[in-house]
T-cell receptor, first 113, second 114 residues
Framework: DSGVTQTPKHLITATGQRVTLRCSPR?????VYWYQQSLDQGLQFLIQ???????AKGNILERFSAQQFPDLHSELNLSSLELGDSALYFC????????????FGPGTRLTVL | AQTVTQSQPEMSVQEAETVTLSCTYD???????LFWYKQPPSRQMILVIR??????QNATENRFSVNFQKAAKSFSLKISDSQLGDTAMYFC???????????FGAGTRLTVKP
């Protein structure tokens, strides 16, 4: 158990819908990262937040957005969902920047039908 | 842009034997970090080992060690005394020093056979 929690574990929805994935980092960690793991794109970094502020952006679509709240939990919002958005979405946390070890959550499996 | 290549989609090894997983990367950066992550069937991503590019000494963590060849841009993972619990996908990852955009290889599926 990494100490990072993600909810829900599984999510099934339809195209065009909007969903919110939630992540609680390890106690004391200030950075949260979001990753997408899909069969065709592999594992991709989406976005990082540090202490409530966006710190780095990767291959995140405009339909996707994230935020980190004052209690340091983070949410990833996915809108106008397409079949290709079906993937495993990981959240990771670290003490500060990415040079600190990142601890991954168990992931949320999103299926878009 | 940085790319990470794992040329072995699948590998297998007998229990207690040694196996080496390959990873090459392409970058113009001089300072960076390299990682090997393990993803067992549970899908949890677990850090196996990390290497700072400025360190010439190869990192080791118990049965896991790396062969880091900076000039060749190669970062292989050696697993000694393989155990059944080592069965997993292994991902090589590259992190530039001044950027939090971690790049992953496509992964190598390792099966340890009893």
């Amino acid at each position: 158990d990494s100490g990072v929690t993600q909810t829900p574990k599984h999510l099934i929805t339809a195209t065009g819908q909007r969903v919110t994935l939630r992540c609680s980092p390890r106690s004391g960690d200030l950075s949260v990262y979001w990753y997408q793991q899909s069969l065709d794109q592999g594992l991709q970094f989406l976005i990082q937040y540090y202490n409530g502020e966006e710190r780095a952006k990767g291959n995140i679509l405009e339909r996707f957005s994230a935020q980190q709240f004052p209690d340091l939990h983070s949410e990833l919002n996915l809108s106008s969902l397409e079949l290709g958005d079906s993937a495993l979405y990981f959240c990771a946390s670290s003490l500060a920047g990415a040079l600190n070890e990142q601890f991954f959550g168990p992931g949320t499996r999103l299926t878009v039908l | 842009a940085q790319t990470v290549t794992q040329s072995q989609p699948e590998m297998s090894v007998q229990e207690a034997e040694t196996v080496t997983l390959s990873c090459t990367y392409d970058t113009s950066e001089n300072n960076y970090y390299l990682f090997w992550y393990k993803q067992p069937p549970s899908r949890q991503m677990i850090l196996v080992i990390r290497q700072e590019a400025y360190k010439q000494q190869n990192a080791t963590e118990n049965r896991f060690s790396v062969n880091f060849q900076k000039a060749a841009k190669s970062f292989s993972l050696k697993i000694s005394d393989s155990q059944l619990g080592d069965t997993a996908m292994y991902f090589c990852a590259f992190l530039p020093y001044n950027n939090n955009d971690m790049r992953f290889g496509a992964g190598t599926r390792l099966t340890v056979k009893p």
